[in-house]
C-alpha cells in the first residue's frame, strides 16, 4: 500500500482568450413526453470540451448562456438532482443557439463507506467519474450516518466508484457491479497540494476554486479550495 505524503506544486495554466475567438452557446434544459416539452428550472449545466469544464446553471426557464473557446469538441450535460433527472447532447458550433439538452429520469447509484475502524464513514465523499469522458466529469456525494450516499450518473457508463473519507481512499470500483457497492477506506494518503501562477503572469485567480486532481495511480479526486486558495 502506497503512502502519499509528499507536497507537490501545480501549476495552472492561465490563457488570455480574446472576445473574436470565444463562440456563445445558449439553449434550454427540457423534458419531452411525448409531444409535450416542459422546460427544467435550476438544473446544472456542465459543458466538457478539450479535457475542460464549464459549469453553470440555467435560471428560472431552464436556460442558459456561456462562451467557450471556438473550435473545440463540446459535449453538454444537464442535470436536476432533485428530479433525478439527466441528459446528454454534442454541440456543434456552427449552430451553437437554442439547443436543447432533454433530460429524461435516471436510477440513482447508491452505495456505502465504511471507515478504517469497520464502521460506517458519515461525511464521507462518494465520488463517481466516468473514465470516458474528459478527467473532470465526476458526480460527488456525502454519506450519510449510516454511511449511506447516492450519485447521480449523468453521463453513460462505464463508471468507477470511490470513497474519500478523511485524507484516505477506498480502492476504486468499476462498473458494472453485481450488488450494491460496499467501499472500505484503505490507509492511503493524499498529496498536499499547493497553487502557484506561473512565472511573470499577475493575474489573480478567482478563488475558491474547484480543483480537480489526478494521482500517479490514476485515481481521479475533486477538492474545493478555501479563499486563500489551499486545499
Known amino acids: 500500500m502506497t503512502h502519499l505524503a509528499l507536497a507537490v506544486v501545480a501549476v495552472l495554466p492561465i490563457s488570455i482568450v ?12 427540457t423534458t419531452r413526453r411525448g409531444d409535450q416539452i416542459d422546460s427544467v428550472a435550476f438544473a446544472t449545466v456542465l459543458l466538457a470540451f478539450d479535457d475542460e469544464t464549464k459549469t453553470l446553471l440555467s435560471d428560472g426557464h431552464g436556460e442558459f448562456t456561456t462562451k467557450v473557446p471556438a473550435n473545440t469538441n463540446i459535449q453538454i450535460f444537464a442535470w436536476q438532482r432533485e428530479k433525478r433527472l439527466a441528459g446528454t447532447t454534442a454541440v456543434d458550433l456552427g449552430n451553437a443557439n437554442d439547443l436543447r439538452v432533454v433530460v429524461k429520469k435516471v436510477a440513482l447509484i447508491r452505495g456505502t463507506v465504511v471507515g ?11 465520488q463517481l467519474s466516468f473514465p470516458n469522458r474528459p478527467r473532470a466529469l465526476l458526480s460527488v456525494a456525502l454519506t450519510d450516518e449510516r454511511g449511506g450516499f447516492e450519485v447521480l450518473p449523468f453521463a453513460e457508463k462505464p463508471w468507477s466508484i470511490q470513497a474519500l473519507h478523511d485524507g484516505k481512499l477506498s480502492p476504486k470500483l468499476t462498473s ?26 499577475t493575474e489573480s485567480l478567482p478563488f475558491p476554486l474547484t480543483v ?10 475533486v477538492a474545493e479550495t478555501d479563499e486563500a486558495g489551499k486545499v
Do not use: H, Y
Not at 478504517?116 to 462518494?126: C, L, S, W, Y
Not at 477506506?185 to 499547493?194: E, K, V
Not at 480537480?212 to 479526486?221: A, M
Open 212 to 221: 480537480f486532481v489526478t494521482c500517479p495511480n490514476g485515481d481521479k479526486l
Open 176 to 201: 458494472p457491479w453485481s450488488r450494491e457497492p460496499a467501499l472500505r477506506i484503505s490507509n492511503q494518503g493524499l498529496r498536499t497540494l499547493q497553487f502557484r501562477l506561473p512565472k511573470g503572469r
Open 18 to 29: 480574446s472576445a473574436s475567438d470565444l463562440v456563445e452557446v445558449s439553449g434550454q434544459v
Open 116 to 126: 478504517m475502524d469497520g464502521k460506517p464513514a458519515k461525511n464521507a465523499a462518494g
